[in-house]
């Protein structure tokens, strides 16, 4: 899995996610919302950041997932 940051991007007449450093996609939705809930669910998953983009293409909201630690998988 990726270390990669992931962004909601406008895309055609929709909108997408991409991993940062790829030229694909990775899914796309209708909606901004419906991307902006599928990338967040990928960058809490990989434990990266979420930067979500304005129609424009710029960066208008950044959020960081850090990787949580599982308390069961610690020695004790």
Known sequence: ???????TV?????WANRVEGSQRVS????T????QAK?????IERGVEHLV????GQIGERNTYPRSRDPRA???
Do not use: L, V, W, Y
């Open 1 to 7: 899995m990726s270390n990669s940051n992931i962004h």
């Open 10 to 14: 406008p895309h055609g007449d929709g």
């Open 27 to 30: 899914n796309t939705a209708s």
């Open 32 to 35: 901004k919302a419906e991307a």
């Open 39 to 43: 990338g967040r669910e990928m960058a």
């Open 53 to 56: 983009h304005k129609t424009d």
């Open 74 to 76: 610690s020695r004790g």
